[in-house]
């Protein structure tokens, strides 16, 4: 049978699925136009920036913290835990409109996204069989995006008919859909008793861990990059069509990561992440070339194969060289490598794009990409055909 239809079938994954789909819903929802409703109540750019912003930093502080619990006491009660504590975040915006609550609200909403994510994506991982895990990653992150980009699109247009805090309770709606979900359909993963778990530092330094951390710290770095300058990019070259970035973008990524299950099998799971990577360097090389709605096309294409095989691949690399006993800390880190790069990509070469242009950007961020795959690839590629040999 197939194993996506195996996938569906199963009891766990429909459980981790359904609470992805309404949590991601729920936060996503309120993401693209808090913005607006904070600068109606008179916060100043730079203040809407830094409550913005202050999500992602809780969300790292906490990551070693989230790892260590869902080893200990197992991933369903900490995504209970999670989601929890972004009720309670969700809730303060019918009482708080203040710049240092803000800030308060959206650092204990980074910290609690960091338990549910690395919770989440740990129970995922936990769902079916060794050899299904990257399908169950693969399928699981789909469910994301559908999450995500329903979101995202009904936002703007609930938002103007019938205002901020009505949003508010749909998002609480679709948090308590997402916690019934948790509590009553999915059941617990027991984690593994009396099992030797290493410190958090020493974990972060496994070359199984590390290396696939910096990989996906560079695929992150170049896909923010990407989504936040090729309009801007596209206006000051006088295109238009650069929608068809993101349109190519969205379907091609959906339909990888469809396929990353049979990649891996057929391919390793370090080799698949080279290649991806390969294709996060083209993509931001195709648009320095001549820009044009077919080339922010071709680019969307290139920068949705690498970004939907990358996570996923890495994933499955990571929890099949660790031990069990540590994979909620092991994923915590890898997940962290994403924010981050997700955080520095825009912020860092936003400079770039002051001082040198559009064209040094992406040329920026398809060397960083470059620079981190050699180091995986001769981290673990080289080795892992070095063992063979032998």
């Not at 730079?46 to 913290?65: C, D, E, K, N, W």
């Not at 869902?70 to 409109?97: E, H, K, M, N």
């Not at 929608?243 to 091609?252: G, K, P, R, T």
């Not at 915590?332 to 794009?353: E, F, R």
């Amino acid at each position: 049978m197939n194993p996506i239809v195996l996938l569906l079938k199963n009891r766990q994954f429909q459980s981790i699925a359904g609470i992805q789909v309404f949590n991601v819903f729920g936060a996503q929802l309120l993401a693209p136009i808090l913005p607006l409703y904070l600068s109606s109540h008179g916060l100043s750019a730079s203040q809407i920036g830094m409550v913005m912003g202050i999500t992602a930093i809780g969300a790292l502080i906490m990551r070693p913290s989230s790892g260590r619990s869902v080893d200990r006491y197992g991933s369903r009660p900490i995504i209970l835990f999670g989601q929890s504590v972004l009720a309670v975040c969700f809730s303060a915006y019918f009482w708080f409109t203040g710049f240092i609550p803000l800030l308060i609200i959206r650092f204990l909403h980074g910290a609690a996204q960091s338990f549910y994510s690395t919770a989440s994506v740990t129970f995922a991982s936990s769902v079916e069989s060794p050899q299904n895990t990257a399908g169950a990653i693969s399928l699981f992150t789909v469910f994301t995006m559908v999450g995500l980009g329903a979101a995202t699109s009904l936002a703007p247009l609930l938002y103007l008919e019938i205002s901020f805090f009505p949003l508010v309770g749909l998002s609480l709606l679709s948090l308590a859909i997402a916690i019934a979900f948790a509590f009553f359909r999915a059941r617990p993963i027991a984690p593994l008793k009396d099992a030797e778990r290493m410190p958090f530092s020493s974990v972060m330094h496994l070359p199984a861990v590390w290396a696939p951390t910096v990989c996906l710290f560079a695929s992150n770095f170049a896909f923010s990059t990407l989504f936040t300058f090729v309009p801007l990019y596209a206006l000051s070259e006088s295109v238009s069509g650069y929608s068809s970035f993101y349109i190519c973008f969205a379907v091609a990524v959906i339909v990888t990561r469809l396929a990353v299950q049979s990649l891996t099998q057929t391919f390793s799971a370090e080799m698949v992440a080279t290649v991806a990577s390969a294709l996060n360097v083209m993509s931001a090389m195709v648009v320095i070339v001549t820009p044009s709605a077919w080339t922010f096309g071709l680019s969307g294409i290139l920068v949705g194969l690498g970004f939907g095989i990358i996570f996923p691949a890495l994933t499955v690399y990571v929890i099949q060289r660790i031990p069990p006993a540590v994979k909620g800390t092991a994923l915590s880190i890898l997940t962290a490598a994403g924010d981050v790069g997700n955080a520095l990509g825009a912020a860092i070469l936003g400079i770039v794009a002051e001082w040198f242009g559009f064209r040094w950007v992406f040329a920026s961020a398809a060397l960083v990409v470059l620079l981190c795959a050699r180091y995986f690839y001769v981290t673990l590629v080289n080795k892992s055909d070095a063992r063979q040999a032998d």
